[in-house]
């Protein structure tokens, strides 16, 4: 029934090359984006091209087979030295999604089992990452929706449906899941300044779902929540540390604090790819500042007084205390705490 609403795939291997959907154009154009080297890679994830946690880990992974074809054709006896540089390259493309480093990992596992030109491995290593990637998306889906009273409202943050992912989403995967089951009959979207992932992408993905979907300003979160028909903040993640703190984009942990003062739940979703056990607590986290011109511009126009500073930091923590549950492929944990995220890092 769900699979109704999966509709896109922003990270594609067709070819032999990567194409990307662009997600800066959208939702005003829809375009692919070619690749065939491991740089553009990086600089496709550090400029935005692509974005969302685990969609970034995927497009890492099929970053090491585009870096392997380029190493194994200038020295096919050493390729595992060659390519040494692409991967640091790859892992420098963003700092806090964790999946991004759990990626390039998982591929670089591989190459001391591979014999002659390890193309071939590696593209199978980054398909099945995907693909395990949306099953589990759509395993979460279904356990997520799992906690919603029925006919909710719900509010989200940021983009973390089939553009921010393998397919079918994380935060998103439960909101189509909830839908399609009668569980959620609206959804508030944050717009989620500055990049305006709530308002370009995941308003995009909803409308096309025919979900129905009210953007708000961040600003807008505390007033929804009082007037009582929010059940639910539904959201993702870029790194969860061994205690349960949540990084993901800024503007998060206010909705968490809004949350708790207004009794609503706060449910985070994300794959065990997004844990990260060597981390005890958030505080540990390296949180990316980007550029003051984020915040100061918009569209190539500038918004702001001339001379006027911007701080950019673009993901915050949540800390464990304000979640209600922790919904991941592994399971779920509710009132997390360092003692029962346990079952999921060692699941
Ligand atoms: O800066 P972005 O757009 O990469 O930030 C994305 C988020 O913060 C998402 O909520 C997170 O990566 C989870 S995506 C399933």
């Keep these: 029934m769900t699979q109704h609403y999966d509709t896109l795939r922003a990270?594609?291997?067709?070819?032999?090359?990567?194409?990307?959907?662009?997600?800066?154009?959208?939702?005003?154009?829809?375009q692919l984006i070619s690749l065939d080297n491991a740089q553009d890679t990086a600089k496709a994830i550090h400029d935005m091209v692509v974005r969302g946690?685990?969609?970034?880990?995927?497009?890492?992974?099929?970053?090491?087979?585009?870096?392997?074809?380029?190493?194994?054709?200038?020295?096919?006896?050493?390729?595992?030295?060659?390519?040494?540089?692409?991967?640091?390259?790859?892992?420098?493309?963003?700092?806090?999604?964790?999946n991004l480093c759990w990626a390039l990992q998982r591929m670089q596992a591989l190459f001391s089992q591979i014999t002659g030109n390890p193309e071939s491995v590696l593209l199978a290593a980054a398909q099945k990452i995907q693909a395990e990637d949306i099953?589990?998306?759509?395993?979460?889906?279904?356990?997520?929706?799992?906690?919603?009273?029925?006919?909710?409202?719900?509010?989200?943050?940021?983009?973390?449906?089939?553009?921010?992912?393998?397919?079918?989403?994380?935060?998103?995967?439960?909101?189509?899941?909830?839908?399609?089951?009668?569980?959620?009959?609206?959804?508030?979207?944050?717009?989620?300044?500055p990049w305006l992932q709530g308002a370009?992408?995941?308003?995009?993905?909803?409308?096309?779902?025919n979900i129905p979907v009210t953007l708000i300003v961040e600003g807008a979160a505390a007033t929804l929540m009082r007037q009582g028909n929010i059940s639910w903040v539904?959201?993702?993640?870029?790194?969860?540390?061994?205690?349960?703190?949540?990084?993901?984009?800024?503007?998060?942990?206010?909705?968490?604090?809004?949350?708790?003062?207004h009794g609503v739940k706060f449910m985070v979703v994300a794959p065990s790819s997004t844990l990260d056990a060597q981390l005890s607590d958030g505080s540990q986290i390296v949180i990316e500042s980007r550029s003051q011109a984020e915040v100061l511009m918009m569209n190539g126009q500038a918004i702001a007084a001339t001379g006027a500073q911007a701080w950019n930091p673009v993901f915050d923590v949540t800390p464990a205390e304000l979640i209600d549950v922790i919904v991941t492929e592994k399971g779920a944990v509710e009132k997390p705490t360092t003692e029962k995220m346990q079952k999921l890092f060692i699941a």
């Design 200 to 209: 370009r992408l995941t308003a995009w993905e909803l409308v096309q779902d």
């Design 53 to 98: 946690a685990p969609a970034i880990g995927i497009t890492a992974a099929y970053g090491v087979v585009l870096a392997a074809r380029a190493a194994y054709q200038q020295s096919p006896d050493n390729w595992m030295v060659t390519i040494a540089k692409d991967m640091e390259i790859l892992a420098n493309s963003r700092p806090t999604a964790v």
């Design 234 to 261: 539904i959201v993702g993640a870029d790194r969860i540390t061994a205690n349960g703190d949540v990084a993901n984009k800024i503007g998060t942990y206010s909705l968490a604090v809004l949350a708790r003062y």
């Design 135 to 193: 099953a589990a998306n759509y395993f979460m889906g279904e356990l997520g929706a799992g906690f919603l009273p029925e006919k909710s409202c719900v509010l989200t943050h940021c983009n973390t449906g089939s553009l921010a992912t393998g397919g079918y989403g994380t935060a998103l995967g439960v909101i189509r899941n909830g839908y399609a089951g009668g569980k959620i009959t609206h959804v508030y979207a944050d717009e989620t300044r």
């Design 11 to 30: 990270v594609i291997w067709q070819d032999n090359q990567l194409y990307l959907i662009d997600q800066r154009k959208l939702p005003q154009e829809h």
